[in-house]
């Protein structure tokens, strides 16, 4: 029996290939045609579904961290702790008033305050202000502040201890200090113990979950402190808290919490940075006596002095605006240079970069210290 071969015009078996449908779209250029509604096979997706996961995947992922990103960048605390100007205790427009002997809320540190007092002194009158503004006296003026000759107010080794013992808040005092950590040892020596004649406008800063937490203050004549080679406050004794300069506020202060004997707003002042660095301050004490103490010295080389003709401070009205550091008790003129009459007698040039000589810096000391970066003004 012969066998014929199959004939080339139709196929005698089964397609070689899989049972998915034609493999071509349709003739005629339109979309494809909707599957049968009966039994028949649909056509292959052009893409599987699962195809897209990855990209759902990496976009999800993107969104998620942004909005983690921007939860984290507008959290109250989420700034510098050392600009923190938080509520420990007041509200905005409020300064808390601190007797001299108050620990105050949220302490650093115990008190390492000495036995130490100082005789009060009243700032003079001074021309009208406006209702937030206050009394400015400088840091290295004769009088501001008093103490017991040969004795320290401040016990500066046994705060250092304290902090040694409590890394937390070493680093929220150095975030306001403006130092590194390691260097809070060094930073407290380097200031003086003096003790305030004059009820003191400051920001202080107490110690809450973790950070420190900044509010105004009015610190008692009396009040044992730490101040820097400008004379300006840095550290409260009686809590071991950070100070700052005082910030401006939109309207009247209203005082809260006990106020002393004797308190009136009218005799706050707030201490301005030295033009200079202090290298000796003279101090007074209780009995009338007069004596200078140098900077960073714990008393061991007072030596008694005469009468300053001036014994009281003089004062000038000045507004806190403590946000940023200078070290000059200068206020910013936001002028540039050729305006200032001081500096020439000549008028400016039509083209400001093309001056013939840079002017020599001042020689009141504010230039290049960088010995404390903490607010000053």
């Known amino acids: 029996m012969s066998v014929e071969p199959p004939s080339s015009g139709r196929p005698t078996g089964p397609p070689s290939g899989p049972l998915s449908g034609p493999s071509q779209p349709p003739s005629g250029g339109g979309p494809p045609s909707e599957p049968p509604s009966g ?32 939860v984290v960048l507008t959290r109250p605390d989420g700034g510098d702790t050392g600009a923190s100007d938080g509520g420990t205790s ?70 250092i201890t304290y902090f040694k013992g409590a890394p937390d808040k070493q680093r929220a005092f150095a975030s306001v200090a403006r130092v590194d950590p390691p260097d809070v040892p060094a930073y407290l020596r380097s200031l003086t113990p003096v003790v305030l004649r004059m009820d003191t406008r400051v920001t202080n800063h107490g110690y809450s979950n973790g950070r420190a937490t900044g509010y105004q203050a ?66 007074c004490e209780p009995d009338g006596e007069w004596f200078e103490r140098h900077k960073g010295d714990t008393g061991t080389r007072d030596r008694r002095t005469e009468k300053p003709d001036k014994p009281s401070p003089s004062v000038s009205v000045t507004t806190p605006t403590g946000t940023t550091d200078t070290t000059s008790s200068e206020p910013p003129t936001g002028e540039p240079p050729t305006s200032d009459p001081g500096t020439s007698s000549e008028p400016p040039t039509s083209d400001p970069g093309t001056s013939p000589q840079p002017q020599p810096p001042p020689e009141d000391g504010t230039e290049g210290d960088t010995t404390d970066q903490v607010p000053s003004s």
């Open 39 to 70: 039994g028949g096979q649909a056509p292959e997706p052009r893409r599987p579904w699962w195809g897209s996961v990855p990209r759902v995947a990496l976009i999800a992922t993107a969104v998620v961290a942004a909005v983690i990103l921007a």
């Open 90 to 159: 007041t509200s905005e427009g409020e300064v808390f008033l601190q007797p001299a002997a108050d620990t105050g809320p949220d302490p650093f540190t115990e008190s390492t305050a000495k036995e130490s007092s100082a005789s009060p002194v009243s700032p003079s009158p001074t021309e009208s202000a406006t209702r937030n503004a206050v009394q400015g006296v400088q840091g290295g003026a004769p009088g501001l502040y008093g103490g017991t000759r040969n004795v320290a107010s401040c016990d500066v080794e046994k705060q």
């Open 218 to 283: 009015v610190l008692q004549a009396g009040t044992a402190v730490l101040v820097d080679d400008r004379g300006v406050p840095r550290v409260r004794c009686a809590c071991g808290n950070p100070l700052s300069a005082p910030i401006a506020q939109q309207s009247a202060p209203k005082t809260t919490g006990d106020a002393w004997p004797g308190f009136k707003q009218s005799n706050v002042v707030a201490v301005t940075p030295a033009p200079k660095p202090v290298d000796v301050f003279v101090m």
